[in-house]
């Protein structure tokens, strides 16, 4: 009933007050958020972002299809390991599972991958990510058909030197192309996840080497998984094309509408006001105009030029010597002959072994690439050795007793299934992810390249090495790797920069300090109030 005087009853004016004193406490309820970026966590605070909306959704396909890239490498690992215990290929081409000469039909892979290095920047600076990714593939396919067709030892190395060239060349893009593509607010878990399909295709080539292995006995047992192998590139190759092409890229192109487009509809749902795109647009614009890269595709001196450069090129190299020397190519390689070493003489059985094995490790690499983002890249490496340390100690001692103790076979299946998983959560999500986060913009696909010079360094120089030890010291080769993840840890722990909660351009700031590990590690108390506005900030 309206009051006699035409004004509103003293009840409806006492609820209105209420509700706007309701409003303004929540806009001065503040919560506090610790943050490495201050710019970042205000953006996300301001506008939080949708995992779930359609657009997102769409991101997700494109990066699970992008991430395809990453199969080549794993199912490489396991194809080797696997048919190089099965009896047709040993007759086919001679061999004897073990010595100098498996040791070279193994590194010849790694050499067509270093062989490619010159060519990587030149393609994805040059021609973008997509047409790099997919000129990689292409060769993938060729390199599959030598090798799948080869009736002598010669073509067979022919085809893997192809194999490797391709994968190189694909491989210097495809973690590039997820990391400028991905949204920063998630960019541990969808970068991270790239390198975690490097399981996938050790999965896919586990279980084909058995099938074949169990149904075929003569050269079709090698030559079947040796097919399988073109599927995943093939599928990259036949879709990359269609994709955007990466923002950052576009941006060093000077097509920045087009970059603002793609983070439009990717980051902020279609608004290119969205306070993460404009944090983003405007960073990368300024990077470029900052440090536009004017040299030569082949020349590379941007990447020790300074002493900021230097420390990032420092920790590509160490992530890429890491990666491959915590004992975990010898599990990728040479897990048949390791399970052969102690005691388990079947082929069958030491095929299904290794094609188990790779189903939990890519399952602890899946959980580390979510908690990536919440617990931070430090801790995870440092973590994720520890327990393969562990592992190792007590596989080393397990193999040194099945002669005498047969029962503890198992106990060495064990240990390395568990060796493998943490491995996989500490160290997979981030073996591409680390590097490329590590790198410029203007640099990123030179170091990318470069990145897999040195890993492919480390992998021949490794792999020959497990080739001859295993023959020569069997179990004793696993005391070197103890003593080495225990060095890595320490290099880690003191040197180490932490990337996780920045964006990519906050992190030039992080490598000019004078100490980047200790300046990466300073976190951010931030207040924020109900609708975004970040009201203090204190260190």
Known sequence: MAAEDGHPPAESNLAREKSIEKDNASHLETQEVNAASIALAAAVAEQKPNPWSKNMMKLYLIM??????????????S??????????????FGLDGAGSSTGIVFIIYNLGQIAAFPFCGLLADGFG????????????????VIQATSNSLGQFIAGRFVLGFGASIASAAGPAYTVELAHPAYRGFMAGMYNNLWWLGNIVAGWATYGSNLHFE???AWRVPTIVQAGMPTIAMLVIMFFPESPRWLISQDRTEEALGVLAK?????NPDHPIVQLQYRE???QNQLYKSENAWWDYRELVNTRAARYRLAMVIGMSFFGQWSGNNVVSY????MIKSAGIKSTNTQLLINAINPIFSMIGAVVGASQLDKLGRRPMMLWGLLGGLISYIFLTAFTAQTSNHPNLAYGVIVAIYIFGICFAWGFTPLQTLYAVECLENRTRAKGSGLNFLFLNIALVVNTWGISEGIRVLQWKLYIIYIAWIAIEMVIIYFFFVETAGKTLEELTEVFEAPNPRKESTK????????????????A
């Open 284 to 286: 990368i614009i300024a």
């Open 334 to 337: 040479f897990l048949p002959e």
């Open 64 to 77: 699970g299809l992008g991430y395809l890239v990453s199969t080549m490498n794993g199912y490489d690992s």
């Open 218 to 220: 003569t050269s079709w």
């Open 129 to 144: 990510r997509r047409w790099c990714i997919f000129i990689g593939c292409l060769l993938v396919d060729v390199g599959t």
């Open 523 to 538: 976190k951010h108390k931030l207040e924020v109030d109900g609708v975004g506005r970040v009201v203090h900030v204190s």
């Open 79 to 92: 194809l080797m390991g696997s048919i190089n215990a099965m009896k047709p290929y040993q007759d086919s």
């Open 266 to 270: 990717y980051h902020g749902d279609g």
